[in-house]
């Protein structure tokens, strides 16, 4: 079986980051070939290393290029790749015009987050417009939790019969995780990225009503545009923020934290949370699709509505121990039951062998 994976980025986040598991975890007689843009940090770079992958071409940045398109055709055809499986939005439109222009490969598309908050109302209309138009061209769509399934279909971006839910996952963590102390100050973590989905300007207002104290302090994995803006402020406001920037090691951060905090305004199935429960963080997450599916309210975390709601849950969680020793406990056994890697490989592998077969 010989599988083209397809991805407009190749910089930190939760889609390079899928395909990288992808890459480095299926089984060995899967032959792996990879298109991506060649600038991107980490994953750019690892994956010109990596000696699963038979045979790569680049293509440009969040971008569409009929120039790549046609040169893509021609790799796919030279190379007798089996099945395209492209990830995320800019990486589908590739996939599913190369099904136009090459019938007889198979298509797999996942999404990682369908938005439902745009920036205008032509930018929603568009971006409905082309995921109709482009539906009809992949054998199967994977959606990464229940509530992005239902959108797709909601939006006929995909049909019933030919959409499946794989849910992300990881390695279970070496780790033997109990949290019967807190640490002075209350941690509280968050990888992310710095960018409008994840929405770190209110993450920062909740951070703010803990300006100038020292019994909480935030601290924030991750980089993006918003970054550099956040962390000037942060010091002339006095909040109590730790900039991590990029780490190939989140789970140091994790084990060293109390909490996880999420304000994404939409999400496909996050990594982060994931990565929380499994080394049993209670988890304080906005109440959106996929954060919703991670985390039970009331169970191994609470959803929030607003700021306001955010700050009250922290501090119900930091004054009541027994509570936080039962969500902990929660974290672990959702995860476990939920969100490894072998599920999630297991339900790929079916799914491609019902393609090929």
């Known amino acids: ?55 790569t071409i680049f293509i440009p940045y969040r971008s569409f290029s009929v120039k790549a398109l046609l040169e893509l055709k021609r790799f796919v055809k030279a190379n007798k790749i089996d099945i395209i499986h492209s990830h995320g939005n800019g990486a589908g439109m590739y996939s599913r015009m190369l099904k136009v222009l090459y019938p007889k490969v ?44 239902q959108m797709a279909l909601d939006r006929r971006f995909s049909r019933s019969n030919n959409t499946v839910v794989i849910y992300n996952g990881i390695p279970a963590p070496q780790y033997d995780n109990k949290y019967e102390a807190l640490h002075s100050p209350l941690t509280i973590v968050t990888l992310s990225r ?25 601290v924030w994995v991750g980089d993006g545009e918003d970054k550099t803006r956040l962390e000037q402020l942060a010091k002339e406001e006095n909040v109590p923020i730790d900039f991590v920037g990029f780490t190939t090691e989140p789970m ?30 209670p988890i304080v997450a906005s109440n959106v699709k996929g954060n919703n599916e991670v985390v039970k ?25 027994e509570c936080y020793k039962a969500m902990s406990a929660a974290s672990m056994d959702f995860f476990k039951s939920n969100f490894t890697e ?16």
């Open 1 to 55: 079986m010989k599988i083209l994976f397809v991805t407009v980025r190749s910089d930190f986040g939760g889609g390079p980051r899928h395909v990288d598991q992808l890459v480095k975890n299926l089984p060995t007689d899967v032959e792996i070939y990879m298109s991506y843009p060649k600038v991107g940090d980490p994953y750019a770079e690892l994956w010109k290393t990596d000696k699963r992958i038979k045979g």
């Open 106 to 149: 198979k298509v797999v598309h996942t999404y990682h987050g369908i938005s439902d908050v745009y920036s205008s109302i032509l930018k929603f209309y568009l971006s409905k417009i082309v995921g109709v138009l482009l539906s009809p061209l992949a054998d199967l769509y994977v959606c990464v939790s229940n509530g992005e399934k």
């Open 194 to 218: 710095f960018d409008y989905q994840k929405n770190m300007d209110s993450m920062y207002r909740i951070a703010k009503h803990w300006a100038g104290s020292k019994d909480v302090r935030f």
């Open 252 to 281: 140091k951060y994790l084990l060293s934290s109390d909490l996880y905090l999420s304000t994404s305004r939409f999400e496909g199935l996050p990594y982060g949370l994931i990565e929380a429960a499994s080394v049993g963080l």
């Open 297 to 321: 309210d009331g169970y191994n975390g609470f959803l929030f509505e607003n700021e306001t709601e955010a700050i009250k849950l922290i501090k119900n969680i930091m004054a009541d121990r």
């Open 342 to 357: 072998e599920k999630m490989l297991n339900a790929l592998m079916d799914e491609y062998e019902k393609l090929i077969n």
